[in-house]
């Protein structure tokens, strides 16, 4: 995914190609942030690159083991900061890698209804988890309001 901000390009991908400590890699970031212990294999890498007029002028790579994750057209940027949506939790990250928030729900961050598990409203976050549970944030990761899905009874 490749956004404009100012005159930068910011692009976000995959990159499953990335070993950690390899000479052998196609690309060499500036900055890789992971907690991997080396018998482990990552689950997920995520790539970031900012380029100036063609040139780039800072990348990154971010590796985990715990619960896959992707990048999605609906993928936000706050402020340059990043909102990253994983299985189980969502973070607000600054372009240095500090993490400023996260938020966990009340179940995994997919939903089977085929609600959008993540939108952006007048300054406002929308989560909606597997069970159709409805969190809504500010962009300081406060829950502001929670509607949890009423389950219907079922006649016998």
Known sequence: ???????????????????????NNLKDY????????????PA?????????????????????????TGIHDNSFIIEDDFLVHGELQIFRITKEGEIL??????????NIEGKPEIT????LIRLFDFESN??????????????PKIAKKRDY
């Open 120 to 123: 952006f409203e007048n300054n």
């Open 44 to 68: 997920c890498q995520h790539s970031i690159t900012i380029n100036e007029n063609d040139l780039e002028i800072s990348s990154a790579v971010i590796i985990e083991t715990g619960g896959a």
């Open 101 to 110: 928030w996260d938020f966990g729900g009340r179940d995994i961050w997919v």
């Open 134 to 147: 409805e969190y809504v944030l500010n962009f300081d990761g406060k829950e502001i309001e929670f509607n």
């Open 1 to 23: 995914m490749k956004l404009n901000y100012k005159n930068f390009e910011i692009e976000i991908f995959d990159d499953p190609t990335y070993t950690l400590n390899s000479v």
């Open 30 to 41: 500036k900055m890789v942030y992971t907690d991997l212990v080396s018998q482990f294999h």
